[in-house]
């Protein structure tokens, strides 16, 4: 029996597909138009002359065959998107003569196209659909579709590892996952999608092909390029990450956060055509770093794509220095379009393929539109280039983000212009880490040899990803201004015309455009540095208690950071004491000064006169004195303030090092790997909660004896081991 769901509740499968999705406004791999023509691979019928031509050469008219779903190509034209489905299976792919035991003997391209298309989503394979508890018509809703190689025992069965509540409470809420029970059906199916088993699709109804005609449904990966380590790097993509389902976000939801669509993706899920030379998949290593990781940096109130689920897939072994296991984690953004799709896009100089990009990022994701034109008034033109905008509203999002990331001490370690996300999201958690002792010049990509991103340098990494947007999109912000200039192009938001660069466009006027356009750029480029400064400042005197502005407060700030550094004291603990400090009128900070300054900072023989002693008493003088400014009623409520933007557990890297050898050690997997797993996510998304935490002047040991749960809690906590500090994560993943 399925367990019985809420009304208000619903089955991955039965969610509703969003109109807001990116494949009804981006334009397909031309290879792949239509999600029929991706669900009409599984019928794929070899020609028998195709073993003859050797490798797959496409003729005008040939129906395309299925490796063209798994095989790396540059296409121009190419579009933003392909159509394709998830296969988390072994790579390279174990494709035989049916006939043949022996390995040795190479497969045929017939047999390979053949057993190919045994694998993808069949029409005539639903899943549950019979079985599923009826919900009322929803006319937009994807089926599951399995075929006829995935329903063979030999297909990877996923382990759902966890689920993140805190996620699913904050976006979506209308999702059952169904409970642990065994033969609950609606586990089982969200299993079965979140390990990429079965495909969420729908076929466009027949006969019904006008305007406003249902398309169908089908998963699909992005095309992007980028600059990776300052290099442009052509054409990148979702290499291992495939969306498999856009759904509208339930009312409350949408006013929270002002989703127009939330989608789910699957990472690690298997080649798509820009996988390039790698195999798709993920490790388990790494994700459960992107998991632990999107949830953490949620609670810190920062921008990220989230995470729903971890899959884990033990029978799929994965090259990499050594064999390892394979893991999926389903991540949720509200859009995956990065600046590097902006880039494709000028890098093909398909322009006509920009300017879907622009409206479609304008919106669906940003909704620009809906929050009106700009307004005729003093200074502010009554017309203005819609991709102006989306560049300003790009920059203005990722100045927020990255403010969060420096307040926090988050470090992303890669931040590739693939990987920073137009909506300001933190996306692709690789080698990121959290600030241990307080360094500023911190590298925490071990392959980032000149410090690219290192701690200091994210805000200007970030302005300079910004300007790769800029340049990439300068053309048509000239060109919009200009037409916005001549009164052309309506009201409000100008937009180029359809085709505005196609064959024949003058240089010159490109060359004209292209100036205008980086003028408006360099404009925009001066709001990033204002924002991140007032993002910054507001977040530092949260962190510090703060209610009101005063002048010196930045010079505050970076004295007590360099303070951290000079002191090598840890930046997480460093903050989260600073509620309890408590103003002596004049006399020493004694107590205080014992519990800021551990015995190896305040290393000289005598502990009350060492110069971080000395140091931290004229800075906390300092604090003494500007917490003074403060109105009575915000200096008693300080102290809880201070708890709540401070948090007490952040995740180091020692932490996660931990969580993943239990869980990737079979023996310690189920039992001991699991617990921590789900003790470190609930703890990751509630920081703030005092575990085992200690008082400034109060011994350690308490009356009551504290349970096993507290005293993990308390040791997940810590700094930890001196080897574990500031540990360096490699970007093999
Ligand atoms: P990253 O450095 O992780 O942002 O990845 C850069 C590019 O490589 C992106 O296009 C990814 O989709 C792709 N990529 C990374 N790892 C893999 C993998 N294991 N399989 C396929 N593509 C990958
Ligand atoms: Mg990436």
Known sequence: MAA????????????PTSPHAPIYHLRPDPLFPSPKSLLALSSYDAPPDLGAKGPVALREGDPVPPSMLRRSRQIRGGGA???TSPLPIEFPYDIREPADTERTNAATPTTIET??????ASPSHPVWD???????????RATAFSSARRDADAFPRGQLLSVSAALRDAWLPQLDIGSDGEGDKVREQFVDVASGRVVLAREPVEGNEGEGADKGFAPWSLCYAGHQFGSFAGQLGDGRAISILSTPPTPEVAAKTGFKAIELQLKGAGRTPYSRFADGLAVLRSSVREYLGAEA????GVPTSRALALVHLPSVHVRREQLEEAAIVTRVASSWIRIGSFEQQAYRGEYDSMSLLERYVAREVFALEEKGAPRVGEGAPARRSLMRAVVEEVARRNALTVAGWQAYGFMHGVMNTDNLAVTGDTIDYGPYAFMDIFDSAHICNHSDDGGRYSFRNQPSMMLWGIDKLGQATAEL??????????GEGGEGWVVAPDGWAGEGEATDDMKRWKERGMQEVAKVKEGFVGIFRAEYERLMRLRLGLTTAEEGDFDLFSRFLDLMATHELDFTNTHRLMSQFVSTEGSTFSAFLDALIPASAASSSSSSASPARDDWTAFLSSYETRLGLEPSDAQRTRRARMDGANPRFTLRQWVLEETIAKLSDPATRDAEGRAQLERVLDMATRPFEPYGEGEVGVRDEGETCPTREEQERRRLCAVGPVDMRGFQCSCSS
Not at 477 to 486: F, M, S
């Open 115 to 120: 057993q190919l298309a045994a694998f993808e």
């Open 297 to 300: 940096v949620a609670a810190l």
């Open 477 to 486: 912000i000239g060109h919009e201004a200009e037409l916005a200039e001549r």
């Open 4 to 15: 019985p769901t809420c009304s208000t509740k619903h089955s991955l499968l039965s969610l």
């Open 81 to 83: 998107f392909t159509y």
């Open 130 to 140: 019979a079985a599923l508890p009826s919900s009322e018509e929803r006319p937009a």
